[in-house]
């Protein structure tokens, strides 16, 4: 092989390498943005979870809250259930409770938990008999915490 050749040969090959990279960056670019866009969210419920129920939230950020406990990403629906949680305000706690209520279908495992671990914080009697149908749930972490959870509401939970 010609020098010439030995050239072409290289520069064709680096050239379709390099063609083959090119056409999978769009797919690398949307895991990129997907990550980019949990952690634009991360960012904004991050302090409403650091309140703790230090005081109640605002109109804006029951809003924000109400959005992200639907938001497609079940990670952000489990931090808006955390922040939820603390609330102090008896409007905001009883609120907190129904979407609390609703996730318990959620079907991320992580969702059941962290509504679970609402209802039990905001000693929510009123949530029992929604709970009830989790002590047959399928994720053995979630069944644990439904018996836990009915256990702190005052209900004797039989093996």
């Known amino acids: 092989?010609?020098?010439?050749?030995?050239?072409?040969?290289?520069?064709?090959?680096?050239?379709?390498i390099s063609v083959g990279l090119f056409l999978r960056l769009p797919k690398m670019t949307s895991l990129t943005d997907e990550g980019t866009v949990y952690l634009a969210k991360r960012e904004q419920i991050r302090p409403l979870q650091q309140l703790k129920?230090?005081?109640?939230?605002?109109?804006?950020e029951m809003k924000l809250l109400r959005q992200?406990?639907?938001?497609?990403?079940?990670?952000?629906?489990?931090?808006?259930?955390?922040?939820?949680s603390y609330t102090p305000d008896p409007k905001q706690r009883e609120e907190a409770i129904q979407i609390a209520i609703k996730s318990l279908n959620d079907p991320w495992s992580s969702?059941?938990?962290?509504?679970?671990?609402?209802?039990?914080?905001?000693?929510?009697?009123?949530?029992?008999?929604?709970?009830i149908p989790l002590l047959k749930?399928?994720?053995?972490?979630?069944?644990?915490?439904?018996?836990?959870t009915l256990e702190q509401l005052g209900y004797k939970v039989s093996e």
Do not use: H
């Not at 129920?53 to 804006?60: A, I, S, V, W």
């Not at 509504?115 to 929604?130: G, S």
């Not at 749930?137 to 836990?148: F, G, I, M, T, W």
């Open 111 to 131: 969702v059941r938990d962290r509504a679970l671990r609402l209802l039990a914080r905001q000693n929510a009697k009123e949530a029992v008999p929604y709970i």
């Open 1 to 16: 092989m010609t020098k010439r050749l030995w050239l072409l040969f290289v520069i064709t090959t680096v050239g379709l």
């Open 68 to 84: 992200f406990a639907q938001d497609p990403d079940f990670r952000i629906r489990v931090r808006a259930l955390s922040a939820l």
């Open 53 to 60: 129920g230090k005081r109640p939230f605002t109109e804006e």
């Open 137 to 148: 749930d399928p994720n053995e972490y979630v069944l644990e915490r439904a018996k836990k």
